[in-house]
């Protein structure tokens, strides 16, 4: 498959890569994660160069990786530092891989390691905005290519189709669709003025159920996958400043051609100390993508015949498909940009 490579990747919560290791493939690329005697997060390609066993099936001894097999080590920067066996061959290391840990994530740099630069990775502080907001989180495995995850986020226009939690099935004909590009970033703003509260905003609305309410669904996007949602409801003809909201992160990594890491987090700006509503929200939202999103992707998947790209079988486009296919535009062209530099050198 072709990614683009000279980007960060969200590869684990923090709290996933604790006190053993996480094995996980991510482009393809089979990667085991760990924690050095410093706490540092680690991450090195998930096979020793001697018979290829992965070493996520071996032990960390003093901070480093032991292959299960035949007992050889590897430190933090890739390099055997003890062969059991005798003297350590010149070419007994593996990749390491450059990671940044920041907005409560393991994010991975899977290009040069040499252009790793975190001031590359978009601004996701709206999850961590603990003074304003509470948070639940969740993580699965979709069981589609990551692009097709990106145009059912990208077009909120089938969430009153096939979401009850938190569609509307009373949804207004004067629903409005509009589009913006700002250098390599997409935005998707849906407004949906006059309609009857979802079931999700009934259980954090404080006014009468029966309020008619303006909602807004922006989505934000940024190469190659990490999306960043504003959600929220007013009262009719209010600024948004009065009601309430909901930033919610939706942020892909491809696993493979028929796979896909889905890290998601949500923080409310309304009944912030209510736990109970917090784990009914992250039940509820867990089953929103994992019963209805995920199963519906790998059904259109399916009938796509094993392609993955989208375009090349000419669906049909609508008007809300706008943002979708810009944002595969973009991807597109700054993973030909990326290429043609690595073919040049």
């Not at 706490?39 to 070493?55: E, Q, S, V």
């Not at 990786?65 to 430190?75: K, N, S």
């Amino acid at each position: 498959m072709n990614y683009l490579r000279n980007t960060w990747y969200a590869a684990a919560w923090d709290h996933e890569v604790a006190g053993k290791m996480l094995a996980r493939t991510l482009l393809d690329q089979p990667i085991v994660f760990y924690r050095d005697v410093f706490g540092k997060a680690i991450a090195l390609a998930d096979r020793c160069p001697h018979r290829f066993a992965p070493l996520s099936g071996g032990k960390l001894v003093d901070g480093v990786v032991e292959c299960p097999y035949h007992g050889l080590r590897y430190g933090s920067d890739g390099i055997c530092v003890h062969n059991p066996h005798g003297a350590i061959p010149k070419a007994a290391k593996v990749t390491s891989y450059p990671l940044l840990e920041k907005y409560s994530m393991i994010w991975i740099w899977m290009g040069r390691a040499e252009d790793a630069d975190p001031a590359l990775l978009p601004d996701f502080s709206a999850i961590v905005d603990h003074q304003r907001r509470t948070y639940v989180s969740g993580y699965l495995r979709l069981n589609c290519y990551y692009e097709l995850a990106t145009d059912n986020l990208l077009d909120l226009s089938h969430v009153q189709y096939l979401h009850p939690l938190i569609g509307n099935t009373d949804s207004s004909d004067r629903n409005t669709f509009s589009l913006k590009v700002e250098g390599n970033t997409v935005w998707a703003y849906n407004n949906m003025p006059g309609e009857p509260l979802t079931k999700m905003w009934q259980m954090l609305w404080d006014g009468p159920p029966t309020t008619l309410v303006d909602r807004r669904a922006h989505m934000r996007w940024d190469p190659p996958s990490t999306l960043l949602l504003d959600i929220g409801v007013t009262e009719c003809g209010r600024p948004e400043s009065e009601g309430i909201s909901n930033a919610v992160a939706h942020i892909l990594t491809p696993e493979s051609a028929s796979a896909t890491h889905y890290f998601w987090k949500a923080g409310r700006d309304c009944k912030r100390d209510d736990t109970e509503l917090s784990e009914k929200l992250r039940i509820g939202l867990d089953a929103v993508f994992r019963y209805e999103d995920d199963p519906m992707i790998m059904a259109c998947q399916s009938r796509m015949g094993g392609v993955t790209d989208l375009m090349s079988l000419k669906p049909i486009l609508l008007a809300t498909d706008a943002s979708a296919i810009r944002a595969r535009r973009v991807l597109a062209a700054l993973i030909e940009k990326e290429q043609a530099v690595t073919f040049a050198t």
